[in-house]
């Protein structure tokens, strides 16, 4: 018999708290980012007026990524507003309109994963499954 898994939940708030999210159980890894896209679509974000920092210190977009399953929305998402850095981009970085507070990114072709920016972790998230190989 298989044992029902009890996820534990991760709040992500945007800066003012006004959008809530859930991520269940340990994400599948926590990255940083340096690709141009993402230097380039940070700097835009970060310059809207009342956005908070996201990203590092050394420029760098540190990401933790979730099986899109494991997403649960609270509260707040009329304000979620989309983000393209072209028309033609697949990428999609979503922000908090109530304070131009960057949430998470996701892309147009259905990747089972979901990107959250570190910053909008209310605590820090629940480290990644630790791999070994024999």
């Known amino acids: 018999m298989i044992s029902s898994m009890r996820l534990v939940g991760t709040s992500i708030r945007c800066a ?38 996201f990203r590092g210190n050394d420029g760098g977009t540190p990401l933790i990524v979730y099986r899109r399953d494991r997403i649960r929305d609270l509260h ?14 697949a990428t999609n970085r979503w922000v908090a309109r109530c304070c ?8 147009d072709d259905g990747k089972h994963w979901v990107d959250i920016y570190q910053a909008r972790f209310e605590s820090d998230p629940p480290p990644p499954p630790v791999s070994s190989s024999d």
């Not at 269940?24 to 920092?53: F, H, K, N, W």
């Not at 707040?76 to 981009?89: A, P, V």
């Not at 131009?100 to 892309?107: L, V």
């Open 16 to 53: 003012c708290g006004a959008v809530g999210i859930e991520a269940l159980g340990r994400p599948i890894v926590g990255v940083v980012c340096y690709c141009d896209d993402c230097q380039t679509a940070g700097q835009r974000i970060e310059r809207m007026p009342g956005a908070s920092p």
């Open 76 to 89: 707040g998402r009329d304000h979620l507003q989309q983000m393209k850095q072209l028309n033609s981009s």
């Open 100 to 107: 131009n507070g960057a949430m998470m990114m996701d892309f």
